[in-house]
């Protein structure tokens, strides 16, 4: 699964000129390339834009663990606003609240997040359609419908403990996973680090923010 995400905005819980902006949700993919040291390309995300959106619903205040979301009509493609959760609009719920990081590979959300978004806020009366604000928050979403990209070894979202990698440390879902496949066993920063049952340490180039740099494979 992969990395980096952007903004919502939340419910006005008091007055102020305060504005929770809704910049995009990124989904996230993790690849890497081929050789001894695997290059990172975790800072890109899959299937979805790096522009941002924004846009106000009269809220206002932080994210919780639990509250719901969806996209905004108003901010089309890439505009998530928040929603109660009974509401038609609701896509998704908050399965954990980060902060914010402007370094897009530092935010590691919990295996089971379908997308990630960053909540931005800005002062005064801005156009949250043109992006920008302070980020706060960054919300590790799961969707409300059974589709679950994110679930460890879906073969989508961010890498997790659980999910499968090729031998050139590409995630694919484990469902797919060959003899020449390995199962992630561990996530750490050395390589002796890694369990006991690993039989392949795939040393990762260095990414800022990254919590990782190790993916410690195993059997499938």
């Not at 719920?93 to 960053?118: H, M, R, V, W, Y």
Request: hydrophobic letters at 30%; proline letters at 6%.
């Amino acid at each position: 699964m992969a990395q980096p995400g952007n903004t919502p905005n939340r419910p006005r819980r008091g007055a102020g000129c305060l504005q929770s902006l809704v910049v995009l949700a990124v989904i996230l993919g993790l690849g890497y390339g081929a050789s001894k040291i695997f290059g990172d390309e975790s800072s890109q995300s899959k299937g979805s834009s790096s522009s941002s959106s924004s846009a106000s619903d009269g809220k206002g205040g932080s994210w919780e663990i639990g509250d719901c979301g969806g996209p905004d009509p108003e901010n089309k493609p890439d505009g998530y606003r928040a929603f109660d959760c009974d509401d038609q609009g609701a896509t998704f719920k908050a399965l954990k609240i980060e902060d914010a990081s402007f370094l897009p590979n530092a935010i590691q959300c919990p295996a089971g997040t379908d997308l990630i978004i960053q909540v931005s806020r800005v002062f005064g009366s801005g156009d949250g359609k043109k992006g920008g604000g302070i980020p706060t928050n960054t919300v590790c979403g799961r969707n409300l419908t059974g589709d679950h990209p994110g679930d460890a070894g879906a073969g989508d979202g961010q890498l997790v403990e659980g999910d499968c990698v090729s031998a050139t440390a590409k995630e694919i879902a484990c469902a797919s996973a060959g003899a020449n496949d390995f199962k992630v066993l561990g996530l750490v920063k050395e390589k002796t680090e890694c369990p006991a049952a690993t039989t392949e340490p795939m040393q990762l180039m260095m990414a800022m923010g990254r919590p990782y740099d190790v993916i410690c494979g195993g059997k499938v």
